[in-house]
């Protein structure tokens, strides 16, 4: 039986390069869906993601919900 509640989500935009990172940092990256500058995905807001945000936190930032809609 599926749970209709509503999730608790994070937009994350990708704003920096992984040329010249370490391959942890770019795998990372594609863990979370992200490979192109600019690039946005909502993804549920868990400890595990808002781990993998902090390690590339200067790759990628978190956007407003409302400025995303």
Known sequence: MAETSKQKTI???QIG???RRPG???ATL????????HKRRTLK?????RGMVAKISH?????DDEAAK
Request: charged share 20%; aromatic share 0%.
């Open 17 to 19: 390069s992984p040329i």
């Open 45 to 49: 807001d868990s400890p595990q993601v």
């Open 24 to 26: 942890v940092q770019r």
């Open 11 to 13: 937009v994350v935009e």
């Open 30 to 37: 594609i863990g979370l869906g992200l490979n192109k500058m």
């Open 59 to 63: 790759l990628v930032r978190i956007v």
